[in-house]
Each structure stands twice: as structure tokens, then as C-alpha cells.
T-cell receptor, first 112, second 114 residues
Framework: GEDVEQSLFLSVREGDSSVINCTYTDSSSTYLYWYKQEPGAGLQLLTYIFSNMDMKQDQRLTVLLNKKDKHLSLRIADTQTGDSAIYFCAESRAGGSYIPTFGRGTSLIVHP | KAGVTQTPRYLIKTRGQQVTLSCSPISGHRSVSWYQQTPGQGLQFLFEYFSETQRNKGNFPGRFSGRQFSNSRSEMNVSTLELGDSALYLC?????????????FGQGTRLTVV
């Protein structure tokens, strides 16, 4: 299986909360990231969390980490049409290259 | 402060040709990484350069190569192009090659091989 897995699509209504899920396989993952890619653009780092944390909140974004289950989620509160994009989960590990390994991305579609 | 600049934005090549893509990192950034993004494989790491040295390499054939210049600008080259090389090639730069340092991505070069 892949190192980082995400569902490919998520559709939500404007104003609702979005939850994008991700699972990873390497228990030595140290940093876990969420990136956003808008059409025609590169990747933008939204937030990251250390593996010794359970939760991180930044305005409308909440990241939850379940290290035991190797499960990461990104919750976007009050989702707006401008949040429509592809969201990538990524992990990097200590003791080696810092280069993050990416999931295939979840396309978030926000409809009115 | 200018962001990461990739040129060209779009490119069409035929099979068997070679191509060179360019990436200018943010001023002061010394680490440059390259990724290939395709619908089927997602984001795949190609290589990373730091102070003109290739420090990390992904699982790509030798047709894919790169280099970094003393001003930190980087180029990647793909020789003997195949249809499967059609992809968005993304470059990312960071201040240092370190997990604590955010990587900033360019808009990418869309390569189409026909």
C-alpha cells in the first residue's frame, strides 16, 4: 500500500464543516503536513503538526492526530467556495531526509 | 519578496526530445526540491539540491537529472522524453534543508509530451 493515503473527493455545502482524512504507515513520522493546491497553482503549506501533538488549531483549521491509528484529519469550519482546492496530506520523518511524502490529494468541492 | 519562479509555465515536446526546466528560488533560499505531479501517481519526489549538491534523490530513471547553480537557481533535465513524462513539474525552495523550514512551491511547469 501507499505510504500516505487519502480519499480522492469530498463535496460539502457552503457554510458546513469539511473533514479531510489521511492515514500514513510510518510510525517514525515526525512532522505531518496539510498543503492546499488551487487550480493552476503550486502547493501552499496550510499547517503542520508534530507527532507528539494531538491537536492544532489555526483560525478555521483544526488538525487532529491519532498517532496510535496513524490517522490525521483536517477540519475546515464554515467552508467557503474559496476553499475549493486539492488538499494534500504529507509526512516526513526524523533521522533521514526531511523530504515530505505526499498523499494523492483530496479534491474538495464546495457548492452553494 | 518574489516567490519561487518556474519557467516556462507550459511546454509541449515530442517523444524522444529532451527538455530543460528552470526554477528560481526565493532569494536567500539554498534548498531546491523538484516534484513530478500526475493524476495517476500524485506528487512524486525527484531530487533535492542544497548548495549546488544533490542531497536526496527519488526513484526516477537516469533520464531525469538536475543541477543547482551558485546563485541557488536550479534546472532539471529530462532526456529521451516519453509520453508518460507528461506532468506538472513543481519546484520548492526553502531556507535550509530542514524539517522546521517551510518549503515554498512555484506554480509549476506543465509539460506535455506528444
Amino acid at each position: 500500500g501507499e505510504d500516505v493515503e487519502q480519499s480522492l473527493f469530498l463535496s460539502v455545502r457552503e457554510g458546513d464543516s469539511s473533514v479531510i482524512n489521511c492515514t500514513y504507515t510510518d510510525s517514525s513520522s515526525t512532522y505531518l503536513y496539510w498543503y492546499k493546491q488551487e487550480p493552476g497553482a503550486g502547493l501552499q503549506l496550510l499547517t503542520y503538526i508534530f507527532s507528539n501533538m494531538d491537536m492544532k488549531q489555526d483560525q478555521r483549521l483544526t488538525v487532529l492526530l491519532n498517532k496510535k491509528d496513524k490517522h490525521l484529519s483536517l477540519r475546515i469550519a464554515d467552508t467557503q467556495t474559496g476553499d475549493s482546492a486539492i488538499y494534500f496530506c504529507a509526512e516526513s520523518r526524523a533521522g533521514g531526509s526531511y523530504i515530505p511524502t505526499f498523499g494523492r490529494g483530496t479534491s474538495l468541492i464546495v457548492h452553494p | 519578496k518574489a516567490g519561487v519562479t518556474q519557467t516556462p509555465r507550459y511546454l509541449i515536446k515530442t517523444r524522444g526530445q529532451q527538455v530543460t526546466l528552470s526554477c528560481s528560488p526565493i532569494s536567500g533560499h539554498r534548498s531546491v526540491s523538484w516534484y513530478q505531479q500526475t493524476p495517476g501517481q500524485g506528487l512524486q519526489f525527484l531530487f533535492e539540491y542544497f548548495s549546488e549538491t544533490q542531497r536526496n534523490k527519488g526513484n526516477f530513471p537516469g533520464r531525469f537529472s538536475g543541477r543547482q547553480f551558485s546563485n541557488s537557481r536550479s534546472e532539471m533535465n529530462v532526456s529521451t522524453l516519453e509520453l508518460g513524462d507528461s506532468a506538472l513539474y513543481l519546484c520548492a525552495s526553502s531556507l535550509e534543508a530542514d524539517m522546521n523550514t517551510e518549503a515554498f512551491f512555484g506554480q509549476g511547469t506543465r509539460l506535455t509530451v506528444v
